[in-house]
Nanobody, 127 residues
């Protein structure tokens, strides 16, 4: 299984920006879908965004549309989550996760569908 490492979390003011990174310390993203999820205290994992490593198709959850952008760097073997116009409700632990890409036009993107998870990185947005 691929091992994932997230970096880039921190404390930011409302309206600010952060860029999260997800790298594979062991394994590869090839033939995978790489996703970002977040979990606030007492809540379930929430889908944020995902990208097909082979092809680059992107998918977004409702909370991310218009503010977050997911991208991949095939040279650096890294997936990024660019977060703009951050709000206090974006405060959560953000996790990178992967699942095998079976080529479906609309892939399943719930937390239960992803098999490898990183340790998470905390994002705190102050008001």
């Amino acid at each position: 299984q691929v091992q994932l490492v997230e970096t880039g979390g921190g404390l930011v003011q409302t309206g600010g920006s952060l860029r999260l990174s997800c790298g594979a310390s062991r394994g590869t993203f090839n033939s995978n879908i790489v996703g970002w999820f977040r979990q606030a205290p007492g809540k379930e994992h929430e889908f944020v965004a995902a990208v097909r490593w082979n092809g680059g198709n992107t998918y977004y959850g409702d909370s991310a549309k218009g503010r977050f952008i997911i991208s991949r760097d095939v040279t650096e073997l890294t997936v990024y989550l660019h977060m703009n116009n951050l709000l206090p409700e974006d405060t959560a632990n953000y996790y990178c996760a992967t699942k095998s890409d079976y080529g479906f036009a609309v892939p399943a993107l719930t937390a239960a569908d992803f098999t490898s998870w990183g340790q998470g990185t905390q994002v705190t947005v102050s008001s």
